[in-house]
């Protein structure tokens, strides 16, 4: 059964429902202005790319899996764990914002993909802490788990504001969050 944000997002052309989670974010807290320079971890498909796309801003994608080439998209195939791919990313100088969507494969195990989870979602605040301007603004996705506050607690320290939301579209039995933090203080 297709959901109705799937349903949406065919109708509206773009690749992914999760399109729907970023435009959430957007409005509700104005992360990417017109101009603005960003960097999309795990872009793969490439929905939220469509949208920062649509909102006039610059952007460059990194996927460990290929995208369909997109006019006016910069992409890096590779790993954001990987000290190469870092290295392409840190090539384009400062960014704006920092989004990541970045996900684990999940296992069915919790406790394990939520523990995967946080390593990506702080591989993601670690490329942010290199790559954002004063007064930048950072985006990821982490699964609620033990470590959850930690984290949140460890991303206070850098940004001016930061808050944990769930988008409309995220599905309902979902432990997906989203960590929104804005206005990089460093």
């Known amino acids: 059964m297709i959901d109705k944000f799937a349903r949406r997002?065919?109708?509206?052309?773009?690749?992914?429902?999760?399109?729907?989670?970023?435009?959430?974010?957007?409005r509700k807290y104005r992360l990417i202005k017109r101009n603005d320079k960003v960097l999309d971890l795990g872009c793969y498909p490439g929905s939220w790319l469509q949208v920062i796309k649509n909102l006039n801003?610059?952007?460059v994608g990194v996927d460990k899996k290929q995208i369909i080439s997109m006019p006016g998209v910069r992409f890096i195939l590779g790993k954001v764990e990987d000290e190469k791919t870092v290295g392409k990313i840190k090539s384009y100088g400062k960014f704006d914002?920092?989004?990541?969507?970045?996900?684990?494969?999940?296992?069915?195990?919790?406790?394990?993909?939520?523990?995967?989870?946080?390593?990506?979602?702080?591989i993601a605040f670690n490329v942010a802490k290199d790559v954002l301007n004063h007064k930048g603004n950072f985006v990821?996705?982490?699964?609620?788990?033990?470590?959850?506050?930690?984290?949140?607690?460890?991303?206070?320290?850098?940004f001016h504001f930061v808050k944990a939301t769930k988008p409309e579209a995220s599905k309902k039995k979902s432990r997906e969050m989203y960590v929104v933090a804005l206005g990089y203080k460093i």
């Open 9 to 26: 997002s065919r109708e509206e052309g773009y690749r992914a429902r999760s399109v729907y989670k970023l435009i959430f974010l957007n």
């Open 140 to 158: 990821c996705k982490i699964f609620q788990g033990r470590e959850f506050e930690e984290f949140l607690n460890q991303i206070k320290k850098y």
């Open 97 to 122: 914002v920092v989004l990541s969507d970045l996900a684990p494969n999940t296992s069915g195990n919790k406790q394990l993909d939520q523990e995967r989870s946080l390593e990506l979602s702080q």
């Open 57 to 59: 801003a610059n952007v």
